[in-house]
């Protein structure tokens, strides 16, 4: 009981677990390449709340926080770039199915 | 308790936004359940006091990813209600594969042994906390001990007394051979240890005290200590960053500044230990914007023909 209601370490750590996979699954299942770039994001996000929480509950400094600051606007920069590929891939495929995307196919 | 009430109020919304968008075959959906997850994760970033960061994510992630997503959604997909169903043995291969991941991960995080340090700020916090079985527990005990019978008090340079987490961020530099180096120019944030006739105390009359110690009381190495306390002591020590002496001295005071939050650090940090990876950061994001740019624009044909954009 006392473990449920003392919220340490390992609580975020294991809902850090769960988002990562959940965000791997979407990665993995969606054909859709605006579906597969929320995947990663939420891959971060994952990586984000073990920063902040090994932040919070290891050194009690800031490391994690600049970190997650950092991965953060990584996030961003890689939406933009990704989009941008995206759109490419539209203006040529007209569709954003990435099975299709196999003209580099031997 | 309040804290355990927004935990799971928040972990239940995160991971609902998780499965929501897992689950969810509408792309626009997808990135709504987004939403509901990186609000989320806001709300645990406050809860785990990183102020500055649960604003970035809601700015930046919420607000402008997000809406560069939906952006995305909006010029990629004529019918935005299309929907692409992955083949059921893909879904079987990814269930496993993402089942086995968590249960991975959950069994090696929950068999691992953390550090968990001395996050609070007074001894009543502390004390509440019963973290007593990691090696500086000793040292943070040891120096209570010590404070109390002694009756010394750590001021700051104000005369503001600094309370035990300053000392045992003493033996905590100690311990990870760090030095603790008074403060240059930018505000004296140098804290000479006081007793309690206000006189400065040497670093002779602590080591003294701490050795006086039984062994098992101090789990940190003589040598170490000393030279943390012959740095501190030192007035030709070199110049260092508030940032520097708050990471070597665990000091609660220049850690999360007055208001309870790091963002005064966290500006800090940016213009003085993370100053390089800042700069690397905004020159990836000037290749980013340049690269964004050129992928975007409109296709001139091949052939060299007068067609021009589309």
């Known amino acids: 009981m006392n473990h449920v209601l003392h919220i340490g370490l390992n609580h975020y750590l294991v809902l850090a677990a769960i988002l990562f996979a959940a965000g791997l699954c979407t990665m993995t299942l969606k054909r859709n390449a605006i579906g597969i770039l929320i995947g990663v994001e939420l891959v971060l996000n994952a990586a984000n709340v073990n920063l902040i929480a090994f932040s919070h509950y290891g050194t009690g400094l800031i490391d994690g926080q600049v970190t997650a600051i950092f991965v953060i606007v990584l996030a961003a920069a890689e939406a933009a770039v990704a989009l941008a590929i995206f759109l490419n891939f539209y ?5 954003v199915d990435v099975d299709r995307g196999d003209r580099l196919r031997g | 308790m309040l804290e355990a009430i927004l935990f799971y109020g928040f972990a239940a919304m995160a991971l609902a936004g998780a499965f929501g968008v897992l689950l969810s075959r509408n792309i626009v959906r997808t990135a709504v359940w987004l939403l509901a997850t990186l609000g989320a994760a806001a709300g645990l970033y406050f809860l785990l006091g990183a102020m500055f960061v649960g604003a970035i994510q809601l700015i930046v992630y919420a607000g402008g990813t997000l809406v560069l997503i ?3 959604v909006m010029l990629t997909s004529k019918n935005p209600h299309m929907r692409f169903a992955p083949r059921r043995a893909e879904v079987a291969v990814a269930a496993v594969v993402c089942l086995a991941l968590v249960g991975l991960l959950v069994w090696v995080l929950l068999h691992s042994t953390w550090y968990v340090g001395p996050i609070v700020q007074t001894r009543a916090q502390w004390a509440q906390t019963g973290v007593n079985e990691h090696p500086w527990a000793h040292d943070l005990q040891a120096v209570t001990q010590f404070l109390d019978a002694n009756h010394v008090a750590i ?16 033996a905590r530099a100690a311990w990870y051979e760090l030095t603790v180096m008074p403060q240059g120019d930018q505000g004296d944030r140098r804290q000479p240890l006081h007793d309690a006739d206000g006189k400065p105390m040497s670093g002779d009359q602590l080591l003294a005290e701490l050795h006086a110690l039984p062994p ?8 170490a200590l000393e030279s943390a306390i012959a740095a501190l002591e030192s007035p030709d020590a070199p110049a260092r960053t508030v940032q520097q002496v708050a ?7 220049l850690l999360t500044d007055a208001d309870g939050d790091g ?4 500006g800090l940090g940016f213009l003085g230990v993370y100053l390089l990876p800042f700069e690397v950061i905004s020159v990836l994001l000037l290749a980013v914007l340049i690269g964004a740019a050129y992928l975007a624009r409109p296709r001139v044909p091949a052939s060299g023909g007068t067609g021009g954009g589309r």
């Open chain 2, 155 to 170: 001021v700051d340079a104000k005369g503001v007394p600094c309370g035990p987490v300053t000392l045992a961020g003493l």
């Open chain 1, 91 to 95: 203006n040529r495929l007209a569709t």
């Open chain 2, 216 to 223: 098992q009381d101090r789990a940190i190495d003589d040598a």
């Open chain 2, 263 to 266: 963002t005064r650090n966290i």
């Open chain 2, 70 to 72: 939906i952006f995305g």
């Open chain 2, 247 to 253: 990471y070597a001295c665990g000091d609660a005071d």
